[in-house]
């Protein structure tokens, strides 16, 4: 395995040891006069006016400023934290009834616990094979537990989906993944969107004959590569606040034709038994190398 010099190694601590520095995105509602529309209100009296949930994106947008000052995290010495436990019920009924059918009020508010703050960084619509209503999102919270004296940032993204209801678009089902800081820097060919390509599609599905440059657009990165079927392929990742690349999307073209979604499963299709990658492994140094 090559070891990396100096300047690798700053470059690994400014790609995962540096939080976020992007704008916040769920900015609505700033006064305490919504909130006290639904403030004496259980779960189940709420009734959100419609126009919070006319598109998909103003759902998203609502139901995270909502969240915004949502606070549980089991009391803290200097007094109320935002607007306390208020938002919760309210922010449940973004939810879609079959959605709440499979997940209580109190699993919901549970979930929630050790937060006190909740920063949208990312949001934006992905491609759904099956025609549906997808998002991407990221968010920063700020994290604090009973018993412990300083608080934290935590970082978490995951996927969402929508449906639309007779009151509008609501939350049929929410992904959440926390972020690690430590792993990344440390361990791994899979954080690393082009790793990932050419271990997955290279190494076990001997499908790559010539890998294209990445086009890299803000948190986007487009990865192409010609296969040896003759076809050409293009892989969607986004990059998480700690540095790592998640696949979104993956597009397929053949000649001149438009580029198809597809879904492909390398470690389904393409391995015959269960590898495990090692630090130092040959593997691994063969991506490191």
Same mark, same amino acid.
């Given at each position: 395995?090559?070891?990396?010099?100096?300047?690798?190694?700053?470059?690994?601590?400014?790609?995962?040891?540096?939080?976020?520095? #992007?704008?916040?995105?769920?900015?609505?509602?700033?006064?305490?006069?919504?909130?006290?529309?639904?403030?004496?209100?259980?779960?189940?009296?709420?009734?959100?006016?419609?126009?919070?949930?006319?598109?998909?994106?103003?759902?998203?947008?609502?139901?995270?400023?909502?969240?915004?000052?949502?606070?549980?995290?089991?009391?803290?010495?200097?007094?109320?934290?935002?607007?306390?436990?208020?938002?919760?019920?309210?922010?449940?009924?973004?939810?879609?009834?079959?959605?709440?059918?499979?997940?209580?009020?109190?699993?919901?508010?549970?979930?929630?616990?050790?937060?006190?703050?909740?920063?949208?960084?990312?949001?934006?619509?992905?491609?759904?094979?099956?025609?549906?209503?997808?998002?991407?999102?990221?968010?920063?919270?700020?994290?604090?537990?009973?018993?412990?004296?300083?608080?934290?940032?935590?970082?978490?993204?995951?996927?969402?989906?929508?449906?639309?209801?007779?009151?509008?678009?609501?939350?049929?089902?929410?992904?959440?993944?926390?972020?690690?800081?430590?792993?990344?820097?440390?361990?791994?060919?899979?954080?690393?969107?082009?790793?990932?390509?050419?271990?997955?599609?290279?190494?076990?599905?001997?499908?790559?004959?010539?890998?294209?440059?990445?086009?890299?657009?803000?948190?986007?990165?487009?990865?192409?590569?010609?296969?040896?079927?003759?076809?050409?392929?293009?892989?969607?990742?986004?990059?998480?606040?700690?540095?790592?690349?998640?696949?979104?999307?993956?597009?397929?073209?053949?000649?001149?034709?438009?580029?198809?979604?597809?879904?492909?499963?390398?470690?389904?299709?393409?391995?015959?038994?269960?590898?495990? #990658?090692?630090?130092?492994?040959?593997?691994?140094?063969?991506?490191?190398?």
């Amino acid at each position: 395995m090559q070891k990396r010099n100096k300047m690798d190694i700053t470059s690994y601590h400014q790609k995962y040891f540096r939080p976020s520095c #992007l704008k916040v995105l769920n900015l609505r509602f700033n006064s305490w006069e919504f909130y006290s529309l639904f403030s004496e209100k259980t779960h189940d009296q709420i009734k959100l006016p419609p126009e919070l949930t006319r598109t998909p994106e103003d759902t998203l947008l609502n139901y995270f400023s909502v969240l915004r000052e949502a606070e549980n995290m089991g009391g803290r010495s200097c007094g109320t934290v935002g607007q306390a436990r208020t938002p919760f019920p309210i922010a449940y009924n973004f939810l879609s009834k079959e959605y709440q059918n499979k997940l209580s009020y109190d699993e919901y508010f549970n979930s929630f616990a050790g937060i006190g703050h909740t920063s949208l960084i990312k949001l934006f619509r992905v491609p759904d094979g099956k025609k549906g209503i997808k998002f991407f999102y990221e968010v920063e919270t700020i994290e604090g537990f009973k018993g412990k004296r300083a608080e934290y940032f935590g970082y978490s993204y995951g996927f969402i989906q929508l449906i639309h209801e007779k009151e509008g678009f609501r939350i049929s089902d929410l992904s959440k993944f926390e972020e690690d800081f430590l792993c990344a820097p440390y361990h791994g060919w899979d954080h690393d969107g082009e790793a990932v390509v050419e271990v997955k599609y290279g190494s076990w599905c001997k499908l790559i004959q010539q890998m294209y440059p990445t086009v890299i657009t803000g948190y986007f990165k487009n990865i192409y590569f010609h296969g040896t079927d003759g076809a050409d392929y293009c892989f969607i990742f986004v990059t998480l606040t700690n540095g790592t690349d998640v696949e979104i999307a993956q597009y397929r073209k053949v000649s001149n034709d438009m580029w198809i979604q597809v879904n492909m499963k390398p470690e389904e299709e393409c391995l015959t038994e269960k590898r495990v #990658l090692i630090p130092g492994s040959r593997l691994e140094g063969e991506i490191n190398s």
